[in-house]
T-cell receptor
């Protein structure tokens, strides 16, 4: 059983479209992190959100942490083929990370 | 600078054999973590080490799994009497310290296949 539920599991869109990935949990976390993983590599940290209601922007990526610090979303504007990859959310508690199963995003040129 | 390295990159073993997976963390990082990533699943925490403190082994799935970290640097994850359900990618990460605000840097992983 995943502590963090991500949706959708798969997402295939055309270049230039927008997309949103959701990460939900019944648990409260000290912080929530988003990672991107490419085949054959380890995950790479994109952002850490700490405060309930926090919104962080990283170029075309917008991350939001829910007010109750249980859920988060990742929004990509005008997606590009280079955004293709596996996106993982992870909640931190007791110095450990609990990961969602991931969302595989494919952006078609 | 050098990132986290893991060896071997791929390992195929027969059911019942023991395997050792190695992780070289980033120099100076006191925290080291092991995770397991199975197909279609997220990363599953296994164990972490922080400095000279006792490791947190709460994620190890059975007593067939053990890990050591020698001299506060290199770590070895050992799986005894491997089973087919142990097949997965084993990822190691290191961090300057524990806690919020310290990024975990992941290695490329070791893909373990148990036949």
């Amino acid at each position: 059983t995943q502590l963090l539920e991500q949706s959708p599991q798969f997402l295939s869109i055309q270049e230039g479209e927008n997309l949103t990935v959701y990460c939900n949990s019944s648990s409260v976390f000290s912080s929530l992190q988003w990672y991107r993983q490419e085949p054959g590599e380890g995950p790479v940290l994109l952002v850490t959100v700490v405060t309930g209601g926090e919104v962080k922007k990283l170029k075309r990526l917008t991350f939001q942490f829910g007010d109750a610090r249980k859920d988060s979303s990742l929004h990509i504007t005008a997606a590009q083929p280079g955004d293709t990859g596996l996106y993982l959310c992870a909640g931190e508690g007791d110095y450990k990370l609990s990961f969602g199963a991931g969302t595989t995003v494919t952006v078609r040129a | 600078g050098a990132g986290v390295s893991q060896s071997p990159s791929n390992k195929v073993t027969e059911k019942g054999k023991d395997v050792e997976l190695r992780c070289d963390p980033i120099s100076g990082h006191t925290a080291l973590y092991w995770y397991r990533q199975s197909l279609g699943q997220g990363l599953e925490f296994l164990i972490y080490f922080q400095g000279n403190s006792a490791p947190d082994k709460s994620g190890l799935p059975s007593d067939r799994f053990s890990a050591e970290r020698t001299g506060g640097s290199v770590s070895t994850l050992t799986i005894q009497r491997t089973q087919q359900e142990d097949s997965a990618v084993y990822l190691c990460a290191s961090s300057p310290s524990l806690g919020t605000g310290y990024e975990q840097y992941f290695g490329p992983g070791t893909r373990l296949t148990v036949t």
